[in-house]
């Protein structure tokens, strides 16, 4: 430091500037107002939100729905679990809500199929049904769990069997080799 001696203008001048200096310093600090919803109450709310929303979307695994989809009834007591669905109404084959090949008159175009009309393999299906295997067997993986090949089939109850046996058989071909059918829960004492 310097042994200079400022005259009282400059001293005024020095207090002057270092008086606004704290003021803008003052200002440029964010201050939340009172009584007003913070940052963390926010991002509080937006989580439990997630977590609801997560957890309602997660309530349902199999969802029978469409006009052209009857399941059949049963009195089953089992819940459903999440794993891959295939769906077949009378209009198309479905996996996991995707929509995989047309269904006309109760059967899959034979160009559809491996081998023509005699062929069980729906060509389609089956790799539709390897890229969900493989992302299910991803995501099982990154949770640390084992990996189940179970498939849930969704019919309308007036499917073919033939057509029920190709889903089947290209659901095998893809490694789906567990089967479970959904079916709607109907009256128990009806089917007593």
Known sequence: MSDRVFNEAEEEWIKAQRDRARKRNKKSRYKEPEGGVSFNSLMDIM????VFLLKSYGDEPVKVIGKDLKAPTSATE?????????????????????????????????????????????????DQLVKATDRKKQQVGMLGQEY??????I?????????????????GQAELS????????????RFQ
């Open 148 to 153: 189940k090949p179970i498939v849930t089939i």
């Open 155 to 171: 019919a309308d109850q007036s499917t073919p069997f033939r057509l029920v046996t190709e889903v089947m058989y290209t659901a």
């Open 178 to 189: 567990m089967f479970k059918f959904a079916v709607v829960k109907g009256d128990k004492k």
């Open 47 to 50: 989580v439990i939100i997630l």
């Open 78 to 126: 089992l819940t459903p679990e999440d794993m891959t669905t295939i769906t077949v109404s009378r209009r198309a084959v479905l996996v996991n809500d995707k929509k995989v090949v047309d269904i006309k008159a109760g059967t899959v175009d034979a160009s559809q199929k491996k081998d023509g009309a005699a062929g069980l393999l729906i060509q389609p299906l089956f």
